[in-house]
């Protein structure tokens, strides 16, 4: 079977971990210093910190910007369960919004953006949300990038913002878990950081271990040194895919192109039988292939809102299926993926 997923894990990698085994300092050090400055560098300036996930990121997030009781904080409903996670243990409300049906990211025009105090915009599977139209005055943005490093990133230019990132698993670059929060200016980031470091204090307030190890930073940073040539592969991969759609297929738009990458190909079917069939006939030639979000995983459901009131995410949910796109895939292996995709009859 072809995995929809699987870690790409170079002999380079390997070595970049065993010198930290050897080195005789595993926990957080220099190669979580040395991610950190490696992201400032990536993104134009600014600071990072690193943290033990992107749920820990989100969190670690909103509370620098201020969370708390009382707070309104917009997520698109399409999205992962993490970021009602982090808002509730921020001790703050979510409120959702839905999505767009072309690129998956959150719809601008959403009522509920008029009165949040913070919004968390994913880049879902490598589309770029509309920051812009997103913010409104006053407002603080959470640009959420953990299925966007690598795209042709554009940094918050609005001080007191931040992007986070995560390094799971399925991830574009990974360490097994791991996170990272950026800020343009310094006082979010060094808030981070000072939660972050929860022990040998002078003075005390509830702060938590949520630090990352060097063996994940080593990881992740010995990845992160091909980063151009993953996001090339996947850009590469995807477009092929993209050609080789039968009519009543589409795909997920902004995903390829200049400032994306295409996290995951996500493939659109005319409704949700066509959907399962094309599931079915992958399967049975031996791809591997995901629904990206289940009905019942749609935040709005978790929070038991009306699902009329959230009429794209419940299509999507129906609809969507997510073909391999990892830098693990052989060329014959895509080759036999695109060849399965053109022997499927909508
Ligand atoms: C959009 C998004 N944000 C945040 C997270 C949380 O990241 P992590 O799994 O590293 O905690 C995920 C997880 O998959 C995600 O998809």
């Known amino acids: 079977m072809i995995a929809h997923n699987r870690p790409h894990i170079t002999k380079e990698d390997r070595a970049a971990v065993d010198r930290v085994l050897q080195s005789g300092w595993i926990a957080q050090g220099v190669e979580v210093n040395a991610l950190e400055a490696g992201f400032a560098d990536l993104l134009g300036g600014g600071d990072a910190c690193a943290v033990s996930s992107g749920t820990a990121a989100l969190f670690l997030a909103l509370k620098a910007l201020g969370a708390g009781e009382g707070w309104k904080v917009a997520v698109p409903t399409y999205a992962c369960s993490a970021l009602l996670n982090a808002v509730h243990h921020a001790g703050a409300s979510p409120v959702l919004a839905d999505v767009m049906s072309d690129t998956f990211c959150m719809d601008p025009s959403h009522r509920v953006l008029e009165d949040a105090d913070i919004v968390i915009a994913v880049n879902t599977y490598g589309a770029q949300a509309d920051l812009r139209a997103i913010r409104r005055t006053g407002q603080k943005v959470i640009e959420d990038c953990c299925h966007s490093l690598g795209a042709v990133h554009r940094p918050q230019d609005e001080e007191g913002d931040a992007a986070i990132f995560s390094f799971y698993a399925t991830k574009l670059i990974t ?166 995709i053109r022997s499927f009859h909508p």
């Open 175 to 340: 360490g097994g878990q791991g996170g990272l929060v950026w800020a343009r200016g310094t006082a979010t980031a060094e808030a981070v950081r000072d939660y972050r470091q929860f022990d040998c204090r002078e003075s005390y307030q509830p702060r938590f271990n949520l630090q990352m190890t060097d063996l994940q930073a080593a990881l992740i940073n010995s990845q992160m040194r091909r980063l151009k040539n993953i996001r090339q592969r996947r850009q590469d991969i995807a477009q092929t895919y993209l050609s080789a759609l039968p009519d009543g297929l589409t795909a997920q738009s902004r995903t390829i192109g200049s400032e994306s990458i295409p996290y995951r190909f996500v493939v659109c079917a005319p409704g949700r039988a066509v959907r399962d069939a094309l599931k079915q006939h992958l399967s049975d030639a031996g791809v591997g292939s995901a629904v990206p979000i289940e009905r019942y995983e749609l935040l709005h459901r978790y929070l038991n809102l009306s699902p009329q009131d959230f009429p794209v995410a419940e299509r999507l949910a129906d609809v969507t299926l997510s073909l391999p796109v990892h830098t693990g895939l052989t060329d014959e292996e895509i080759d036999h993926v695109v060849h399965t």
